[in-house]
Protein backbone atom coordinates (compact mmCIF):
# COMPACT_ATOMS: atom_id res chain seq x y z
CA UNK A 1 0.00 0.00 0.00
CA UNK A 2 3.09 2.37 0.97
CA UNK A 3 4.47 2.11 -2.79
CA UNK A 4 0.50 2.43 -4.28
CA UNK A 5 0.36 5.24 -2.18
CA UNK A 6 3.35 6.59 -3.62
CA UNK A 7 2.05 6.38 -6.87
CA UNK A 8 -0.37 7.99 -6.49
CA UNK A 9 1.27 11.10 -5.04
CA UNK A 10 3.57 11.01 -7.63
CA UNK A 11 0.47 11.04 -10.54
CA UNK A 12 -0.77 14.32 -8.75
CA UNK A 13 1.95 16.10 -8.64
CA UNK A 14 1.85 16.06 -12.22
CA UNK A 15 -1.04 18.23 -11.84
CA UNK A 16 -3.77 15.61 -12.28
CA UNK A 17 -6.75 15.91 -9.71
CA UNK A 18 -7.83 12.42 -8.88
CA UNK A 19 -6.13 9.07 -9.58
CA UNK A 20 -7.33 5.74 -10.06
CA UNK A 21 -5.89 2.04 -9.90
CA UNK A 22 -8.13 -1.21 -11.32
CA UNK A 23 -6.56 -4.97 -11.11
CA UNK A 24 -7.69 -7.07 -13.40
CA UNK A 25 -9.17 -10.50 -11.23
CA UNK A 26 -9.05 -13.44 -13.89
CA UNK A 27 -11.34 -15.20 -11.51
CA UNK A 28 -14.16 -13.54 -11.49
CA UNK A 29 -12.89 -12.07 -15.10
CA UNK A 30 -13.40 -8.53 -13.38
CA UNK A 31 -11.70 -5.07 -13.51
CA UNK A 32 -11.72 -4.05 -9.78
CA UNK A 33 -10.34 -0.60 -8.72
CA UNK A 34 -8.74 -1.27 -5.22
CA UNK A 35 -7.33 1.84 -4.58
CA UNK A 36 -7.97 6.07 -5.38
CA UNK A 37 -7.03 9.45 -4.43
CA UNK A 38 -9.79 11.89 -5.01
CA UNK A 39 -12.36 9.56 -6.38
CA UNK A 40 -15.71 8.93 -4.43
CA UNK A 41 -16.25 6.02 -2.19
CA UNK A 42 -19.34 5.14 -4.64
CA UNK A 43 -17.16 5.70 -7.53
CA UNK A 44 -15.14 3.41 -6.43
CA UNK A 45 -17.32 0.20 -5.26
CA UNK A 46 -19.19 0.55 -8.59
CA UNK A 47 -15.82 0.78 -10.79
CA UNK A 48 -16.20 -3.22 -11.78
CA UNK A 49 -16.28 -4.16 -15.01
CA UNK A 50 -16.22 -7.40 -17.08
CA UNK A 51 -13.05 -7.94 -18.56
CA UNK A 52 -15.44 -8.90 -21.80
CA UNK A 53 -17.71 -6.23 -21.46
CA UNK A 54 -17.98 -2.94 -23.63
CA UNK A 55 -16.72 -0.84 -21.03
CA UNK A 56 -13.84 1.53 -21.46
CA UNK A 57 -12.18 -0.22 -19.00
CA UNK A 58 -12.59 -3.61 -20.77
CA UNK A 59 -11.16 -2.19 -23.92
CA UNK A 60 -7.97 -0.98 -22.15
CA UNK A 61 -7.08 -4.46 -21.20
CA UNK A 62 -8.13 -6.05 -24.30
CA UNK A 63 -6.21 -3.62 -26.28
CA UNK A 64 -3.70 -1.80 -24.10
CA UNK A 65 -3.09 1.17 -25.10
CA UNK A 66 -3.27 4.70 -23.70
CA UNK A 67 -6.30 6.78 -24.04
CA UNK A 68 -7.83 9.53 -23.66
CA UNK A 69 -11.45 9.31 -24.23
CA UNK A 70 -13.86 11.63 -25.19
CA UNK A 71 -16.16 13.07 -22.05
CA UNK A 72 -19.22 11.95 -23.43
CA UNK A 73 -17.46 8.41 -25.11
CA UNK A 74 -20.43 5.70 -25.13
CA UNK A 75 -18.33 2.87 -23.56
CA UNK A 76 -17.98 4.52 -20.04
CA UNK A 77 -21.40 2.79 -18.16
CA UNK A 78 -23.31 4.96 -17.85
CA UNK A 79 -25.10 4.77 -14.62
CA UNK A 80 -21.88 5.98 -12.59
CA UNK A 81 -21.23 8.34 -15.94
CA UNK A 82 -24.55 10.30 -15.02
CA UNK A 83 -24.20 9.92 -10.83
CA UNK A 84 -20.79 11.25 -10.92
CA UNK A 85 -21.16 13.64 -13.75
CA UNK A 86 -18.19 12.37 -15.29
CA UNK A 87 -19.25 14.45 -18.60
CA UNK A 88 -17.25 16.99 -16.57
CA UNK A 89 -13.98 15.11 -16.76
CA UNK A 90 -11.03 15.28 -18.90
CA UNK A 91 -9.20 11.53 -17.79
CA UNK A 92 -6.46 9.47 -19.15
CA UNK A 93 -6.58 5.92 -19.21
CA UNK A 94 -3.26 3.35 -19.23
CA UNK A 95 -2.61 0.10 -18.97
CA UNK A 96 -0.22 -1.64 -16.62
CA UNK A 97 1.63 -4.90 -18.24
CA UNK A 98 3.80 -7.17 -16.89
CA UNK A 99 5.42 -9.86 -18.36
CA UNK A 100 3.20 -9.49 -21.45
CA UNK A 101 -0.13 -9.12 -19.26
CA UNK A 102 -2.32 -6.58 -18.69
CA UNK A 103 -2.29 -6.34 -14.47
CA UNK A 104 -4.76 -3.25 -14.01
CA UNK A 105 -5.15 0.28 -15.23
CA UNK A 106 -4.51 3.68 -14.29
CA UNK A 107 -6.40 6.33 -14.80
CA UNK A 108 -5.84 9.93 -14.31
CA UNK A 109 -7.91 13.01 -14.58
CA UNK A 110 -9.16 16.87 -13.56
CA UNK A 111 -12.63 18.66 -13.89
CA UNK A 112 -12.46 20.19 -17.48
CA UNK A 113 -13.54 24.04 -16.06
CA UNK A 114 -10.49 23.65 -13.73
CA UNK A 115 -7.87 22.42 -16.61
CA UNK A 116 -9.58 21.97 -19.84
CA UNK A 117 -10.59 19.55 -22.29
CA UNK A 118 -7.55 17.66 -23.17
CA UNK A 119 -4.71 16.13 -21.84
CA UNK A 120 -1.85 16.77 -23.21
CA UNK A 121 -0.01 13.76 -24.60
CA UNK A 122 3.39 14.44 -22.35
CA UNK A 123 1.44 13.75 -19.15
CA UNK A 124 -0.06 10.48 -20.85
CA UNK A 125 3.28 9.75 -21.53
CA UNK A 126 4.27 10.13 -18.17
CA UNK A 127 1.41 8.15 -17.33
CA UNK A 128 3.00 4.98 -19.15
CA UNK A 129 6.10 5.64 -17.96
CA UNK A 130 5.06 5.05 -14.31
CA UNK A 131 2.53 2.32 -14.94
CA UNK A 132 5.53 0.52 -16.56
CA UNK A 133 8.03 1.52 -13.40
CA UNK A 134 4.84 0.16 -10.61
CA UNK A 135 3.94 -2.73 -13.13
CA UNK A 136 4.99 -5.55 -10.14
CA UNK A 137 3.83 -3.72 -7.32
CA UNK A 138 -0.01 -3.26 -8.70
CA UNK A 139 0.68 -6.95 -10.12
CA UNK A 140 1.48 -8.35 -6.37
CA UNK A 141 -1.17 -5.99 -5.14
CA UNK A 142 -4.11 -7.97 -7.19
CA UNK A 143 -6.09 -9.12 -4.30
CA UNK A 144 -6.04 -12.79 -5.69
CA UNK A 145 -1.97 -12.30 -6.05
CA UNK A 146 -1.76 -12.94 -1.69
CA UNK A 147 -4.16 -15.71 -1.67
CA UNK A 148 -2.42 -17.57 -4.57
CA UNK A 149 0.89 -17.01 -2.69
CA UNK A 150 -0.67 -18.36 0.20
CA UNK A 151 -2.06 -21.71 -1.84
CA UNK A 152 1.61 -21.94 -2.82
CA UNK A 153 2.32 -22.30 0.69
CA UNK A 154 -0.16 -24.92 1.53
CA UNK A 155 0.90 -26.71 -1.69
CA UNK A 156 4.29 -27.32 -0.91
CA UNK A 157 3.52 -28.45 2.52
CA UNK A 158 1.16 -31.02 1.71
CA UNK A 159 2.70 -32.46 -1.41
CA UNK A 160 2.04 -34.27 -3.61
CA UNK A 161 -1.41 -32.81 -4.46
CA UNK A 162 -2.41 -31.55 -7.80
CA UNK A 163 -3.72 -28.11 -7.20
CA UNK A 164 -4.47 -26.00 -3.92
CA UNK A 165 -7.90 -23.31 -3.77
CA UNK A 166 -8.55 -20.38 -1.48
CA UNK A 167 -12.11 -18.82 -1.80
CA UNK A 168 -12.62 -16.22 0.80
CA UNK A 169 -16.12 -14.18 0.98
CA UNK A 170 -16.45 -10.95 3.06
CA UNK A 171 -20.13 -9.59 3.77
CA UNK A 172 -22.03 -11.90 1.69
CA UNK A 173 -19.98 -10.83 -1.78
CA UNK A 174 -18.72 -13.06 -4.56
CA UNK A 175 -16.26 -15.39 -3.18
CA UNK A 176 -12.76 -14.45 -4.31
CA UNK A 177 -10.27 -17.45 -5.25
CA UNK A 178 -6.98 -18.23 -6.08
CA UNK A 179 -4.83 -21.43 -6.90
CA UNK A 180 -1.90 -23.34 -7.05
CA UNK A 181 -1.44 -25.85 -9.25
CA UNK A 182 -3.20 -27.55 -12.47
CA UNK A 183 -6.89 -26.08 -12.09
CA UNK A 184 -7.85 -23.50 -14.38
CA UNK A 185 -9.06 -20.29 -13.29
CA UNK A 186 -12.78 -21.66 -14.74
CA UNK A 187 -12.61 -24.88 -12.32
CA UNK A 188 -11.96 -23.17 -9.35
CA UNK A 189 -14.71 -20.48 -9.83
CA UNK A 190 -16.91 -23.86 -10.29
CA UNK A 191 -16.07 -24.89 -6.58
CA UNK A 192 -17.98 -21.78 -5.00
CA UNK A 193 -21.08 -23.01 -7.32
CA UNK A 194 -24.44 -23.79 -6.19
CA UNK A 195 -22.94 -27.73 -6.40
CA UNK A 196 -19.77 -26.97 -5.20
CA UNK A 197 -18.15 -27.83 -1.96
CA UNK A 198 -17.08 -24.49 -1.04
CA UNK A 199 -19.99 -22.49 -0.34
CA UNK A 200 -21.29 -24.81 2.66
CA UNK A 201 -18.24 -24.13 4.52
CA UNK A 202 -18.21 -20.40 4.12
CA UNK A 203 -21.91 -20.77 5.78
CA UNK A 204 -20.24 -23.09 8.54
CA UNK A 205 -20.12 -26.60 7.23
CA UNK A 206 -17.83 -28.90 8.37
CA UNK A 207 -14.51 -29.76 6.70
CA UNK A 208 -15.28 -32.62 3.60
CA UNK A 209 -12.74 -35.13 2.93
CA UNK A 210 -13.31 -37.51 -0.24
CA UNK A 211 -10.64 -39.58 -0.82
CA UNK A 212 -12.23 -42.34 -3.05
CA UNK A 213 -13.09 -41.51 -6.81
CA UNK A 214 -16.17 -42.81 -6.34
CA UNK A 215 -17.54 -40.56 -3.07
CA UNK A 216 -15.86 -37.88 -5.44
CA UNK A 217 -18.31 -39.29 -7.94
CA UNK A 218 -21.18 -39.48 -6.43
CA UNK A 219 -21.13 -36.08 -3.86
CA UNK A 220 -19.76 -33.45 -6.81
CA UNK A 221 -20.46 -35.27 -10.17
CA UNK A 222 -19.61 -32.03 -11.88
CA UNK A 223 -15.97 -32.00 -10.46
CA UNK A 224 -15.55 -35.64 -11.46
CA UNK A 225 -16.44 -35.05 -14.69
CA UNK A 226 -13.63 -32.68 -14.90
CA UNK A 227 -11.01 -35.00 -14.04
CA UNK A 228 -11.13 -34.48 -9.48
CA UNK A 229 -10.61 -37.95 -7.98
CA UNK A 230 -10.00 -36.70 -4.33
CA UNK A 231 -10.46 -33.47 -2.20
CA UNK A 232 -10.16 -32.11 1.23
CA UNK A 233 -12.27 -28.94 1.48
CA UNK A 234 -11.61 -27.03 5.02
CA UNK A 235 -13.21 -24.49 6.19
CA UNK A 236 -11.10 -21.13 7.24
CA UNK A 237 -12.09 -17.79 9.63
CA UNK A 238 -10.08 -14.94 8.50
CA UNK A 239 -11.71 -12.20 11.14
CA UNK A 240 -14.63 -11.95 12.39
CA UNK A 241 -16.58 -10.71 8.97
CA UNK A 242 -14.78 -12.75 6.38
CA UNK A 243 -15.08 -16.50 6.34
CA UNK A 244 -13.36 -18.58 3.47
CA UNK A 245 -12.15 -22.60 2.53
Known sequence: DGRLDGLMRRIIELG????????????????????????????????????????IMADIVKNPRAQTPD????????KTWRVFKHG????????VVRGGEVVGVLQAGWER????DQIDQKLVG?????????????????????LERLCRIVMDAVSPCAAVTIHTCQDGQQPMAARAGTYSSAYVMSLAGADGPVNPLISGGAAN????????????????????????AIPLSIGPETRGA
Open 71 to 78: PDDPRFER
Open 126 to 146: ELCRLAAEYADTIADSRPHAF
Open 16 to 55: FEFVGISVVDPYQELIVMTKASNIPAGWMRQSKRPVNGMD
Open 113 to 116: AHKG
Open 88 to 95: LLARAYVP
Open 209 to 232: WLDVATSVRHHYPGLYQAGCRSLA
